[in-house]
């Protein structure tokens, strides 16, 4: 499969895109938070690959830690261009809200409300913690295929990692403690049990 997709077959792409696609939206959504960006996040990451295929080296084994690695760097970009994007928003007058009552949006509504959740937890950590986590716990990669997809030490993945979980798990516990002394007891819950879960998921051992 290297070889091919150094050498540009386009078969071998076609078969790349089928394997990893859904790995990398994912990867993007969990990012980003926003469902467009992670669709085209994930063709842009597609579409460096094709361009940057010369740069895949002959040995090694799956080709997911260099496209996960592709598009931890386009989410970042992503990101960036949606806070200027939130703030020139912001200083626009607010349209009047339409509510809407079609059945069909309360699973999409729940689904953002979670991931926001997520977000939110992960807005805390540091940039270079949030993507070795995301790599590490959401995609399944172990400490050396998430070294390799962020050009980093293993050591350096798993100080990111250990500071990332330290980090969660701290502001779980300071969440749970403020809902407790506010009057609405579950204030402040989607952020503390998004942050305890992501804390607690397991990672993969890196391969011997």
Not at 7 to 26: C, I, K, T
Not at 118 to 133: K, P
Request: aromatic share 6%.
């Amino acid at each position: 499969m290297r070889h091919r997709v150094r050498e540009g077959n386009r078969a071998a792409f076609a078969q790349l895109y089928e394997e990893f696609a859904r790995a990398v939206y994912n990867h993007a959504l969990r990012l980003t938070g926003d469902w467009s960006s992670a669709e085209e996040i994930m063709s842009e990451t597609f579409l460096t690959a094709w361009r940057t295929r010369a740069r895949v080296r002959e040995d090694g084994g799956s080709l997911l830690p260099w496209l996960l690695g592709i598009a931890t760097h386009k989410a970042d970009n992503a990101r960036r261009a949606q806070r200027r994007r939130q703030l020139f928003l912001a200083r626009q007058p607010r349209p009047r809200a339409e509510e809407d009552f079609a059945p069909r949006t309360a699973g999409r509504i729940d689904d953002a409300r979670r991931l926001r959740a997520v977000q939110a937890a992960l807005g805390r950590l540091r940039r270079q913690e949030r993507e070795v986590l995301a790599l590490c716990v959401w995609s399944g990669l172990d400490y050396q295929q998430t070294a390799e997809a962020l050009d980093i030490p293993v050591g350096t993945v798993r100080s990111r990692l250990s500071r990332a979980r330290k980090k969660l798990a701290r502001l779980a516990a300071e969440a749970q403690d403020a809902a407790r002394e506010t009057s609405e007891p579950h204030a402040a819950r989607g952020e503390m049990t998004s942050a305890a879960a992501l804390a607690a998921l397991p990672v993969r051992e890196e391969l011997t």
